[in-house]
């Protein structure tokens, strides 16, 4: 693993940027036409007050702003245009007037994203580490979309936007802002590569087995979760702006808020297995866990659980022994055939389940608290997987929305996506940045170094940062 410790230099760090062009880039003229794309219950589920998916790629480049300016920016533009085509709805807007029943993704002929080029004078290097930074440099950083308001009648957003700020002689980093009501992780790293990949071959055209599936009918809403979604949502209307004040992303978050990224190895992995299996062989009564049902994700996602929910304890915001803790998993239904039909892995959209496990605070507190969250992930993976992905899906909005009020900890993204493989021409990304609104989000992805290696990035405050790094790289059972 790898030291993430901050510096009192850290968190007075500054990062200004400059804005050197503002565009709007269309998919090619007259290629498309105008198009209306419906939304699915897995759509609806993220109509706004959610807050925006926001990401970061960071990539080493050494030369002078002049020159990225006239021989790279044309180039991405134009690749970004053509990406588009493929990508459309990302260039229309989310629409929900009041003739409409229900709120549709439209695109119009000439409808275009929003890109940003920048230019900083901030330290490349200290952004893109691992060690742990004040989350506001970042905002520089990625784009704004316009807010969204449902009580609005003509309610109708924006779905993506784009920057790009050369750091000189230093690096390039690509910021995302997108709606989650337009895409999942999958299809924004699915859109991200395809961009990369014409940029780089400059080849006009996307491999027909990479593009992106936008057929809406394979998703089958025998339940009728869609109409289940979209009654509780219009119930929310009148008071959804004050929800959304509560989980706004377009604000300055608390100044003693830091980010920091942890890299595990497959090494490191082995070893909280064999932690957690002792454990378990320590109590015979309780469930066993086989080494099968292990898996990286489940171990990577207790030890963070609960060295998150330890490292709260150090100012007393832990909460009462007694009360229980919620973490949150968003389950990919595009693979292993989890709905029938079966989703291709390049269907455009979201494709996510929500899977919960609840453990007593008590319990994680204590030294054998990773065995027992892995054995409620475990369970709760399980238990979804057996029932079929949709069982109670009825239920799941009000569920998770009650999750919600109880501030759950929850995991984002998947080492299967393989982020590292957006490569622009100019190399591999140096850094992945997931941003995150508060710290109760762990993100999860492969690592730039491969090997298996994967990388857990968390946001705390400062203190309880330090205290999560003391206790993330311990494998001892009795080193609570």
């Excluded at 609005?152 to 924006?158: L, N, Q, R």
Aim: charged share 20%; aromatic share 10%; net charge negative.
């Amino acid at each position: 693993m790898q030291s993430v410790h901050s510096t009192s230099a850290d968190m007075a760090h500054t990062n200004p940027v400059k804005v050197l062009e503002h565009c709007k880039i269309s998919p090619p003229p007259g290629s498309l036409g105008n198009k209306i794309l419906p939304l699915t219950f897995f759509d609806i589920f993220w109509l706004p007050p959610y807050p925006h998916v926001k990401a970061l790629f960071f990539s080493e480049y050494s030369y002078s702003m002049h020159h990225f300016k006239n021989t790279i920016f044309p180039n991405l533009k134009h690749s970004l245009s053509l990406t588009l085509q493929h990508f459309y709805p990302l260039s229309g807007h989310l629409v929900w007037s009041q003739e409409l029943s229900e709120p549709e993704f439209c695109y119009i002929d000439g409808d275009s994203v929003s890109l940003t080029l920048a230019e900083s004078d901030g330290d490349f290097h200290h952004l893109s580490g691992n060690h742990a930074r004040d989350v506001n440099q970042f905002h520089c950083l990625v784009p704004t979309l316009t807010p969204s308001s449902m009580v609005d009648p003509e309610f109708s957003i924006p779905l993506l936007a784009l920057q790009v700020t050369v750091f000189p002689n230093s690096g390039i980093c690509i910021g995302v802002t997108a709606s989650h009501v337009a895409l999942d992780a999958r299809t924004l790293v699915h859109f991200m590569k395809s961009w990369a990949s014409v940029s780089k071959s400059g080849v006009d055209s996307l491999p027909l087995d990479s593009l992106p599936f936008h057929n809406r009918n394979v998703i089958n809403d025998r339940k009728e979760l869609k109409t289940i979604y979209l009654n509780e949502i219009k119930n929310l209307r009148g008071t959804i702006e004050q929800k959304r004040s509560k989980v706004s992303d377009n604000h300055m978050v608390p100044s003693d808020i830091v980010q920091a990224t942890f890299v595990v190895n497959q090494n490191d992995v082995e070893r909280l297995r064999q932690w957690i299996l002792a454990i378990r062989k320590k109590d015979e009564d309780q469930t066993s866990i086989t080494l099968s049902h292990l898996s990286t994700y489940t171990i990577i996602c207790a030890h963070s659980w609960v060295c998150s929910i330890k490292s709260r304890s150090i100012d007393g915001a832990a909460g009462k022994s007694q009360d229980m803790e919620i973490f949150l998993i968003a389950m990919d239904c595009r693979i292993r055939d989890r709905l029938d039909p079966p989703v291709p892995e390049t269907y455009f959209g979201n494709c996510l389940i929500g899977c919960v496990a609840t453990v007593k605070r008590s319990d994680l507190m204590g030294e054998d608290g990773i065995s027992i969250a892995a054995e409620a992930i475990t369970k709760a993976i399980k238990k979804r997987l057996d029932d079929g992905v949709l069982k109670g899906a009825e239920y799941l909005m009000s569920e998770m929305s009650a999750a919600v009020t109880k501030e759950p900890f929850a995991v984002a993204g998947s080492p299967k996506y393989r982020i590292y493989d957006t490569d622009f021409g100019w190399g591999r990304p140096k850094k992945y940045e997931s941003l995150r609104v508060g710290g109760r989000l762990i993100s999860l992805y492969d690592c730039k170094d491969g090997e298996g290696s994967l990388e857990v990035g968390v946001a705390f405050p400062k203190l309880q940062m330090d205290y999560f790094f003391s206790l993330f790289y311990r494998f001892q059972p009795n080193a609570a």
